[in-house]
């Protein structure tokens, strides 16, 4: 059985009242799902905690205007300690409702539901950051494939979507 597929002109578009973009960085991070790829040690976790220290604080990110929320990063590669010094470094203000953790459950094994919890405990977090996607991976000893990558964003993509994120 097929379904016909859902038309609409330019012109029912147009009479739709569209809603602004909440931006979390102003013109640059609306809520939505991410991806921040690079080579490793580039500093792609400093640029994760200087954006965590700015959403709390509502102060300005690479010179752009940001709107304060409380913001959880789930920092799984460096622990506690790597954390607090690279915090030292950046500021010596502890921001409220900033949270942080330093170990999670693989995804499809609990992690959703701790991210529920959370977010349901916590419902002015507006920014969740993942440091690094493959500490969440389910382990398995079979490489991963642009399928099961794609699977996975999507369960996040579907929680950052429940949450407004």
Not at 75 to 82: H, K, M, N, S
Not at 92 to 99: I, N, R
Request: with cysteine.
């Amino acid at each position: 059985m097929t379904q016909d597929l859902n038309l609409y002109t330019m012109q029912t578009l147009f009479e739709q009242p569209v809603e602004p973009v909440d931006f979390i960085v102003e013109g640059l991070l609306a809520p939505g799902l991410y991806i921040l790829g690079g080579s490793p040690k580039v500093g792609k976790s400093w640029l994760a905690l200087q954006l965590c220290l700015a959403v709390c604080t509502g102060t300005p990110f690479l010179g752009r205007a940001t709107r304060q929320g409380e913001v959880l990063y789930l920092a799984l590669e460096g622990g506690p300690q790597r954390l607090h010094s690279r915090a030292l470094r950046l500021t010596h203000v502890a921001p409220s409702g900033l949270y942080l953790c330093g170990q999670a459950l693989p995804i499809g094994q609990g992690l959703e539901q701790q991210l529920e919890r959370m977010l349901d405990e916590h419902p002015g977090i507006r920014l969740v950051i993942l440091d690094t996607l493959q500490k969440v991976r389910e382990l398995s000893g079979e490489a991963y494939s642009y399928r099961d990558d794609y699977q996975i964003i999507g369960q996040l993509k579907q929680l950052a979507g429940r949450f407004q994120l």
